[in-house]
């Protein structure tokens, strides 16, 4: 395994987060999820969320990814040494207050995130929805077919289905499609919100193993795995997020 | 010499004389270009020459000698009555010999013998328009010929080609004069249009229905249009005459009998009898056995009438100097690519005491998808309309990078310049594909009409372009030559976006391209309005009112309320964290499928 010295900067360094949800439609009722949220994810370390259903395991993976506003502190995210155009190793950003283009060169260059459910797109094929990702980067087409289609061999979708819109898919295709999405490209810093989830023991394995072979590659990963044995595969360490939990009634 | 008794010479007032005079002046001096004038009843119906009856008057003196033709015939109704009307009322030598006249006034051909230095000849003029065929408005075709914006004539002859393998246009050919002005030669055979390119003689242009008037100086040039691959071909007649035998004449069919028998003659009258005299001397050819002819265009002769006098030709200054086209080169800044290709500040536009949008700041960076969204009324589209220059700008500015790298400002660099934006640049795709397509031009005519406007002049490469795009748009090739009219809601917004994709644009503006289409058609134009947007890199600003749109092919979203921007960043962020209260209102009214 690719461990990195220790003196490399973190990939992700996250310090003291708030995040409250405030309810217009109920009254403007306020709802603290987070309080001084603080962690770090190393280059080929393998982090996993812990907490009770609603602790805010997945509003963290994505305020990460900048799909959630943050409040307060910061999350910076490091490119490592070598990256280049707007991600360059070095300063990094801090995803709480960046702005849009600069969230998404990091979702380009940086991070990449497999959400619980597919968001299926139209008349797109699995295959093409899978390739997307690396025709978004310049690979050419026909090259990023070629691993697209290695990929969903590998998690055992059908080659028959490959040209249909997963739309008409089982939940379980469905969120294998998701994951070959979301692996297909070799970014630094990879967040997985519970990847296994409807997956039979088969492809529960093979994700793992996928999980697995990206640390191996010096990949940092955050993730929540609700499946016991799959994080304790993967995962080096768990963080629990109850910890950073406001006091009850601290919220307004 | 004296006209009749109670009418001024020539029959005109003087002051309107005066007044068509003065718009002649400007007519020759800006060759090809309609000049107004404040057309008078003459004593014959409108649409029976009264311009040019006109225009005769105003010029005609008592030096002059008058010949009138009516389609080439000296001695047709109209011809005869217009001669008889100016010898009653300016006391005109009238003569039927070409050579011998100083002005010729015609009804729709210009005479075989070549015309001289010192003759004037009148067109008496249906349609003044060149342009009216495709656009039916005034205000825009005036436009068009201000900006010198071309490009629809060559649209009317695309679809000739597309439907008939060659320009069948064959009289009203269109010309472009001193190489700046399209101009309508009025319905003069093709055959005759290259008598006016640099010919010795004034020619002038009467419309009096139309109230235009628009001349042609001597050796003036005038190009009769056509593509590369299609050059213009004039007429062509195998045949002689069979009065006189001219070849290489203007010959109109006249039938003989009932039974289909017919015959071809010349239809300059003058021509053919003095053809025929210097062929056989001694012989007795008699003047008038050519009947009149029946020819397409308008237009019925007939006149009978009164009298006076006139003066001599106007000035003929040669062709005037052409304003110098191009943008106006307004705050040019530095290059550099780390600057967005739209800068918005304080943008609002104000209808009357109520504002449709203030306040409005935005950057727009090339290959970035930027969704406005908002109910009915929260001045999405009164945004996208001002950032699109279709409404003014009441305040802020709007600056844009050009494809030259210049920062302009849109406020200040005039339409012509925006308009070149259009042509080039940018794109508008409507909600309503019949406000962006013209719905009796072919599917290739439309397509192909921004590269026409952009200086295409080959048919062959605007149609194979045009037929690339509509594969693109998943048209079939076989309704290349089918108008609009025949399509689907959904073909027809998908040929919107080729027309607008065509020229490679930057910027493209989209006003709800997917309303209106049912739930499947809707699916697929999104899937192909993503792909292509991803697949040239371009930069769209979409208003939608449908959220699920914004997110599928938006990188950003602005929401907008009262004319307000309420919340903005990017789309997965304000769709699934939303913070002003507005945003949660909206995403929480989405219905789950």
Sequence with gaps: MAVPTDTAPPILTVSGVDKTFTMHLQGGQRLAVLRGLTFEVRAGECVALGGSSGAGKSSILKMVYGNYAVDGGSIVLRHPAGGTGTARGGDGVDLATADPRQVLAARRDTMGYVSQFLRCVPRVGALQIVAEPLVERGIPAAAARERAAQLLSRLAIPQRLWSLPPATFSGGEQQRVNVARGFVTDLPLLLLDEPTASLDARNRDVVTELILAKRARGTAVLGIFHDAAVRDAVADRVVGVEGFAPAIGAAA | ?593
Aim: with cysteine; proline share 8%.
């Design chain 2, 1 to 593: 010499m004296t006209g009749l008794d109670g009418y001024n010479l020539g029959y005109l007032d003087e002051q309107t004389k005066k007044m068509i005079r003065r718009a002649l002046l400007k007519a020759v001096a800006v060759p090809g270009f309609q000049v107004p004038f404040a057309s008078r009843e003459v004593p014959m119906p409108r649409g029976w020459g009264t311009g040019g009856v006109q225009v005769t008057a105003a010029v005609i003196g008592p030096d002059d000698v008058l010949k009138v033709i009516d389609q080439g015939a000296d001695d047709t109704t109209n011809a005869v009555s217009i001669r008889s009307f100016f010898a009653a009322v300016a006391g005109a030598r009238t003569t039927t010999r070409t050579d011998e006249a100083t002005v010729i006034q015609t009804r729709h051909r210009i005479p075989e013998t070549p015309l001289a230095e010192g003759q004037t000849i009148v067109y008496q003029v249906p349609g003044p328009e060149p342009l009216r065929f495709l656009e039916p408005r005034e205000t825009e075709t005036r436009r068009l010929h201000g900006l010198a914006d071309y490009g629809l004539m060559y649209v009317k002859l695309y679809e000739d080609i597309a439907r008939y393998g060659h320009i069948a246009t064959t009289y009203d050919y269109p010309v472009l004069v001193a190489g700046r002005y399209l101009m309508a030669p009025s319905p003069i055979p093709s055959f005759d249009n290259p008598k006016m390119h640099r010919s010795p003689a004034l020619q002038l242009f009467g419309a009096g229905r139309e109230k235009r008037i628009y001349a042609v100086p001597p050796y003036t040039d005038v190009e009769s249009l056509g593509f590369e691959d299609h050059p213009f071909e004039p007429q062509r007649f195998a045949e002689a005459c069979a009065l006189c035998g001219s070849v290489g004449v203007y010959l109109d069919e006249v039938i003989t009998d009932d039974v289909g028998g017919s015959m071809f003659v010349c239809s300059d009258t003058d021509h053919c009898e003095r053809a025929a005299a210097a062929e056989a001397p001694a012989a007795t050819v008699p003047a008038a056995t050519i009947p009149p002819v029946e020819v397409p265009p308008v237009e019925v002769p007939a006149v009978e009438v009164p009298a006076v006098e006139v003066r001599p030709a106007a000035a003929r200054p040669p062709a005037a100097p052409i304003p110098a086209p191009g943008t106006p080169p307004v705050g040019v800044v530095a290059a550099g690519v780390a600057r967005p290709l739209l800068a918005v500040r304080g943008a609002g536009h104000r209808y009357g005491d109520r504002w449709g949008c203030r306040g409005v700041d935005l950057d727009l960076w090339p290959g970035e998808v930027l969704a406005v969204v908002g109910e009915s009324g929260s001045g999405k589209s009164t945004l996208l309309g001002t950032l699109a220059q279709r409404l003014s700008l009441t305040e802020g500015r709007i600056r844009y990078r050009t494809a030259g790298d210049a920062t302009v400002d849109l406020a200040e660099i005039g339409e012509r310049a925006v308009r070149q934006l259009w042509r080039g640049e940018w794109g508008f795709v409507h909600q309503d594909p019949a406000d962006g397509l013209r719905m009796h031009v072919s599917a290739g005519g439309n397509v192909g009409e921004p590269l026409m406007a952009t200086g295409w002049r080959h048919y062959g490469e605007v149609r194979a372009a045009a037929a690339q795009w509509l594969r693109r748009v998943e048209i079939p090739a076989e309704r290349i030559d089918d108008a609009p009219v025949t399509f689907s809601g959904g073909m027809r917004q998908r040929l919107q976006i080729a027309r607008n994709l065509v020229v490679s644009p930057r910027l493209v503006f989209m006003h709800e391209p997917t309303s209106g289409l049912d739930v499947s058609v809707q699916a697929r134009l999104l899937d192909l309005i993503r792909s292509l947007v991803a697949e040239l890199g371009l930069a769209v600003i979409i208003v939608t009112h449908d959220l699920a749109v914004a997110r599928l092919i938006s990188h950003r979203t602005l929401v907008m309320k009262d004319g307000r921007v309420v919340e903005s960043g990017l789309t997965d962020r304000v769709l699934d964290d939303p913070q002003a209260a507005y945003t949660q209102l909206l995403v929480s009214s989405i219905l789950q499928g």
